[in-house]
C-alpha cells in the first residue's frame, strides 16, 4: 500500500525534527517547523515521495539556512 502525501510529509517532517532536536540544531521551533514543512512541501510539489531523502534535504536546507543566518551549529 502506498502512503498518502500527509502521511509522507508528516513522516519526513518527524524524522527531520527528531534528527535536529537530538544533534541540538533544533533552534527556535516555529521557524524551524515552518522551515521543514515548506523544503518538505516544495520537494513534494516536484514529485519527491520518499520519507528519508525528504527529510535529509530539509535537514541540510536548515543547516545552509541556519549557517547563512550566522546561527551557531551544534558542537
Known sequence: MTETTP???ANSFQIA????ERTGELGNP??????LLDT????????ERRPL???NKAIAA???FRAEQGLPMAS
Do not use: N
Open 7 to 9: 502521511a509522507i510529509l
Open 17 to 20: 525534527w527528531d534528527y535536529l
Open 30 to 35: 516555529d521557524q524551524t517547523a515552518q522551515h
Open 40 to 47: 518538505i512541501e516544495a520537494l513534494l510539489r516536484e514529485g
Open 53 to 55: 531523502l525528504l527529510s
Open 62 to 64: 536548515y543547516q545552509r
